[in-house]
């Protein structure tokens, strides 16, 4: 064999490594993106409640436009359900009318960044910024401080963990995600939060999904069918028990 295609051969090896590689990563942050139940990987970060007892939180992230949130907050009235909305500063900055509703049917708010942009890559001064701005949209928009912290995306390390933790919020990410911001049908969103169901679970809902707006009566239901109570993040983390 000449030492070109020898060189060929080598070239070809590596080539194939690096394809069988990145597939490999790609399926690894595939199954972790779209996996029903999310996987802990930051230290200190709560997914869910340690409890014997059953009861779950309902989240809802608002990011974009009014959306479904006023339709949401009838649904959740209607069953006498109280949940923990996490708000971006730009949201409540265009929406405030909409976010003093939010409390004043009594329903708890937690902090979602001001811009909704991943903060694992910002550097210091940029996350304090991230936080400074957010404080000061709730103090000046809802006279409210939050202290419950829910990253965007879901995007969280040590970095971005310790700074909240500093400042004094709880990082609150989730352990059931129905995916209803793909609109995979609202019999998919009831299954997977039914199918995923478990004591101290923390489900995870946006306020733009029309779907998990129509799930939502039938989630609460079948959540009461199998006895389990709703309650806000801060109620549930009442109930945590010890290892």
């Known amino acids: 064999m000449s030492r070109e295609e020898r060189r060929r051969k080598r070239k070809l090896k590596i080539c194939i490594f690096l394809a069988v590689t990145l597939l490999s990563l790609a399926i690894l942050l595939h199954n972790q993106i779209l996996s029903d139940v999310f996987s802990p990987s930051t230290k200190g970060a709560l997914y869910r409640v340690r409890t014997s007892q059953n009861v779950v ?30 708000l971006t500063g730009n949201w409540v ?20 960044s001001q811009n909704h942009q991943v903060l694992t890559g910002l550097k210091d001064e940029e996350l304090a910024r991230e936080f400074r701005l957010m404080e000061e949209t ?36 989730w352990s059931i995600d129905p995916h209803d911001w793909l609109n995979p049908g609202v019999d998919q969103i009831v299954s997977r939060v039914i199918k995923n169901l478990h ?12 779907q998990a707006v129509d799930a939502l009566p039938l989630i609460i239901q079948g959540l009461r ?16 028990e010890m290892n």
């Open 57 to 86: 939180a309902l989240t809802f992230d608002a990011v974009w436009e009014p959306a479904e949130t006023g339709r949401i907050l009838d649904v959740l009235d209607r069953y006498q359900v109280r949940a923990t909305f996490f």
């Open 93 to 112: 900055r265009y929406n405030p009318d909409l976010a003093r509703e939010i409390l004043i049917r009594g329903h708890e708010i937690g902090q979602h």
């Open 138 to 173: 709730l103090r000046e928009e809802l006279n409210c401080q939050a202290f419950l912290f829910r990253p965007p995306y879901g995007e969280v390390n040590q970095q971005v963990y310790n700074y909240a933790n500093d400042r004094g919020y709880t990082t609150v990410l």
């Open 199 to 210: 004591k101290g679970a923390i489900i995870m809902f946006h306020t733009s999904s029309t």
């Open 225 to 240: 069918m199998k006895d389990y109570s709703i309650l806000t993040v801060s109620q549930l983390l009442e109930l945590a």
